[in-house]
């Protein structure tokens, strides 16, 4: 209940890398709890929280391997926790957690790690792909100088009558 405004964006560096950020501002009162745990992983948490809150995160994700960090500053009252460790509904496995306190002033800070096996794979091929690419290419450049060096041998020794 209260007012928000939200912003956010993605920059796509590369197939595998890019990064991320998102701001948001609130004011008003805010309560939720879950709690989730099943074969897949574990997600608990709950926030109470009344007054005017601004947050922004930033993350980024190279090769599949993911990381952000999370703040926000309270000026009201509230408490806030939040863990996760497992695999999400995207198929990344991750672990994070969230912590915030205040009264008056305040605030929340959070870390978040990520690994999509999927995106691991398609890089390491990328990678792999590459290698073979220079190591052909490599061969190719070895082989025209050793061709070149044929000929030029050849031809002094055609020119000194051998």
Do not use: C, Y
């Not at 948490?45 to 090769?63: I, N, Q, Y």
């Amino acid at each position: 209940m209260g007012a928000r405004a939200e912003a956010e964006g993605e920059l796509n560096l590369t197939d595998h890398a890019s990064v991320s950020a998102s701001g948001e501002a609130m004011a008003g009162a805010e309560a939720s709890a879950n709690a989730s745990v099943g074969l897949t992983g574990v997600d608990v948490g709950a926030e109470a929280f009344a007054g005017a809150k601004v947050s922004g995160d930033v993350g980024a994700e190279v090769g599949g391997i993911g990381a952000g960090v999370s703040g926000e500053a309270w000026a009201g009252a509230g408490i806030a926790a939040d863990a996760q460790v497992g695999m999400g509904d995207d198929g990344k496995f991750r672990v994070g957690a969230e912590f915030g306190i205040g009264l008056g002033v305040g605030g929340k800070v959070g870390v978040d790690f990520t690994v999509d096996p999927g995106a691991v794979v398609d890089a390491a091929s990328s990678a792999g792909q590459a290698i073979q690419d220079t190591g052909q290419a490599v061969s190719d450049a070895a082989n025209n100088v050793k061709d070149k060096a044929g000929d030029a041998l050849s031809g002094i020794g055609s020119a000194l009558g051998f």
